[in-house]
């Protein structure tokens, strides 16, 4: 892994915990957001692993809270190798166009799922931009996924997932000839609690899938991969399958 410092966004539980985890046992400097008031499992890595974890209270909906992150991240490290942004909701996924909708709701789910990750990325730009890798994530859905969509309902959830794969699209766009490169993951159905509940039916547990994910990064950061400058933003799942945008 070429990766020495990330910061991992939604860290509290499920594939976030995992990503962390997973890196910490690698050898990483990890900064690991915690929205929760108290986050057990984040506070028992940091007892293993000490000063190589940085556990922030951090919440992306909030302007004050993505800038008191990057201030205390930049007084810890000079650069960021790696910028996954997992954090996210899930909202109303009952309602169709013939039921009430709750657009509040729906805002709330938009400013942590799309705008909570574009604060991240354009905060956390110049310390991204300055280290080698340059990788940055964005643990998407195939909620988010325009031409694959059955659904008639999940509002708020696809859509800022949609808007979620376009905004990568323009940050890859805008960091491409820096170096710099977005990747786009779905990462798989997971035995998360997104739902309030454990989905304990889902194929994944949270370290197989964040295991799967860190092997994408660490393939396209690989001396046989196309150069950075040369390469598209893409969208896939935690396998690596092209997933239609």
Request: hydrophobic letters at 40%; proline letters at 2%.
């Amino acid at each position: 892994m070429m990766i020495r410092t990330a910061f991992v966004t939604g860290a509290d539980r499920g594939v976030g915990l995992a990503l962390a985890a997973q890196l910490l046992k690698q050898g990483c400097q990890v900064f690991a957001g915690q929205y929760a008031a108290e986050a057990a499992a984040l506070q028992q890595l940091q007892g293993s692993y000490g000063e190589q974890l940085h556990v922030l209270r951090l919440d992306i909906s909030s302007d004050e809270s993505v800038a008191e992150a990057l201030r205390y991240t930049s007084e810890q490290t000079e650069h960021l190798d790696l910028l996954i942004n997992n954090g996210a909701i899930l909202g109303n996924i009952q309602s169709t166009i013939h039921d009430e909708l709750n657009y509040a709701e729906m805002m709330d789910v938009f400013n942590v799922n799309t705008l909570g990750s574009l604060r991240m990325s354009q905060s956390f730009m110049p310390l991204l931009l300055r280290s080698h890798s340059k990788f940055l994530v964005n643990i998407s859905s195939e909620a988010g996924s325009i031409g694959d969509c059955y659904r008639d309902s999940w509002y708020a959830y696809c859509m800022s997932k949609a808007a979620l794969n376009m905004q990568s699209k323009l940050i890859h766009n805008g960091i491409r000839t820096q170096g710099g490169r977005v990747l786009v993951v779905h990462p798989g159905w997971v035995q998360t609690y997104m739902q309030g509940k454990l989905d304990a039916g889902a194929a994944l547990t949270p370290e197989q899938s964040a295991a799967a994910i860190l092997d994408l990064v660490e393939g396209r950061l690989g001396l046989n991969t196309v150069k950075a400058e040369d390469a598209d933003c893409e969208y896939v799942d935690y396998a690596g399958n092209p997933m239609n945008w």
